[in-house]
């Protein structure tokens, strides 16, 4: 990995105009059209609750949530551009890539934020190949510990703000020998539990920087295998009512998606109690196996639930160092939800996930009110056989692709 430059829109400035970047550029700038229109499943879905078991004392490997995509009157699925919630960071990404009038955001982090996703692209093909590898272990649930502390490591921290992680204090899992090379670790050991005394609670796997959960999953096929049959299922619901198929390792499940949702709603409350002045509520929650990853968004004052479809980590075209780069922008775009994100637009604040009204009143008082990080009481739950959920259910159906469009521009300066 690079060394981190002193001046970040020097550092910009100077990436543009090396010949050895431009293919890099070039490939950027289509992602970016990508992203701005929610091409390529670069997009989210609005997701309305029809039921769930939040309103009893239950952790949140056992959250179960029947769920379903909000359609119009036309039965069409309510869609939108994943980049409509991170308009400022889309902004900062689009500006730096105009072809005929380079800018850079005068905000010094956004900057900051900018080189630090360029420098993780350009990181040597060794320091990348890690998240690719084989990792081998005796046992599952070795494995799945090893990958969290390696997409811990050498993905959420080189494009995270805070490069800090922590990693849940499961019996055996250790920081040590991620990977084959010797390198400091950003992360440690500890307590990552939250949740609402009475309703959902429990631990993350990892924590980026205290402000993200980060749920990992066990895969069934060979780790790091981006040749394997992955398929065009980018797609997944909540809901139950399709018989889709879904090969074990392919994507994840209803009980994994249902983890990965209750996390992300109970710390959007955990947010908006240690930030009560916020004018942003929305939090984002990451689900991630060896091939795939999947980001939900919840704001808990407007009540309005997102998710992507399961985006391949790994990809035939648009990749860069056998990475999928929609992936890794969309992946940054969260991982800097504080400095770039955003309320919902107005035109979509009408579907709301309806999980306010789900809950009973004095329940919905106790996620507002009672909801904490650490968990301090004691927690409804066993140390699981495994280190992490488990993969291994068939899902029940998908969500399809969407489509939409998306411009916005911010104040900046020229690179010219």
């Known amino acids: 990995m690079e060394k981190p430059h002193s001046d970040p829109a020097q550092y910009l400035k100077d990436f543009l105009f090396k010949e ?12 970016r059209d990508e992203i701005g229109g929610g091409l390529a499943r670069s997009n989210v879905f609005f997701v309305r609750v029809k039921a769930s078991n939040a309103n009893s ?7 179960t949530i029947d769920a379903e995509v909000h359609r119009n009157n036309s039965n069409l699925k309510i869609i939108a551009p994943f980049a409509i919630f991170f308009i400022r960071g889309y902004a900062t990404l689009a500006g730096f890539l105009d072809e005929r009038n380079p800018t850079a955001p005068q905000n ?21 190949s890690v998240l690719t590898e084989n990792i081998k272990a005796k046992s599952a649930g070795e494995l799945e510990a090893a990958l969290a502390v390696r997409v811990a490591q050498h993905l959420f921290v080189p494009l995270a703000p805070h490069k800090t992680f922590r990693i849940d204090s499961y019996p055996g899992l250790e920081l040590t020998g991620c990977c084959s090379g010797e390198h400091p670790m950003n992360g440690d050991r500890g307590d990552t539990s939250f949740g609402c005394r009475k309703g959902w609670h429990g631990r993350a796997d990892i924590l980026i920087g205290d402000e993200i959960p980060v749920t990992v999953v066990e895969t069934g096929g060979d780790v790091g295998d981006p040749g394997g049959d992955v398929g065009d299922r980018d797609c ?43 004018v942003n509520s929305v939090v984002p929650g990451i689900g991630i ?9 919840y704001d808990c004052v407007d009540d309005i639930l997102v998710s992507t479809g399961p985006i391949d980590l790994h990809a035939q075209l648009g990749s860069y160092c056998n990475l999928n780069l929609r992936a890794i922008i969309i992946l940054w775009l969260a991982l800097n939800h504080d400095l770039f994100g955003n309320k919902t637009p107005k035109q979509y604040t009408k579907y709301t996930a309806d999980f306010h009204k789900v809950l009973s009143p004095g329940q919905l008082e106790a996620y ?12 409804d739950e066993n140390y699981p056989d495994k280190y992490f959920n488990d993969l291994s259910e068939e899902a029940s159906c998908y969500f399809d692709d969407i489509l939409q469009h998306m411009t916005s521009t911010f104040p900046s300066v020229s690179l010219k």
């Open 236 to 278: 997944v619901s909540l809901c139950s009512d399709s018989s889709a198929e879904i090969k074990k390792g392919e994507n994840f499940t209803p009980s994994s998606l249902s983890q990965i949702t209750a996390q992300t709603i109970v710390y959007s409350f955990i947010q908006k109690g240690k930030n009560p002045e916020s």
């Open 368 to 379: 507002m009110n009672e909801s904490e990080q650490p968990f301090n009481e004691r927690l």
């Open 108 to 128: 010094v982090a956004e900057c900051q934020a900018l080189q630090d996703l360029l420098q993780f692209l350009l990181a040597n093909i060794s320091e990348q």
């Open 289 to 297: 196996c060896s091939k795939k990853l999947i980001i939900s968004m």
């Open 57 to 63: 004392r239950v952790c949140f490997r056992k959250a």
């Open 20 to 31: 050895k970047n431009q293919g890099l550029l070039s490939l950027l700038r289509k992602v």
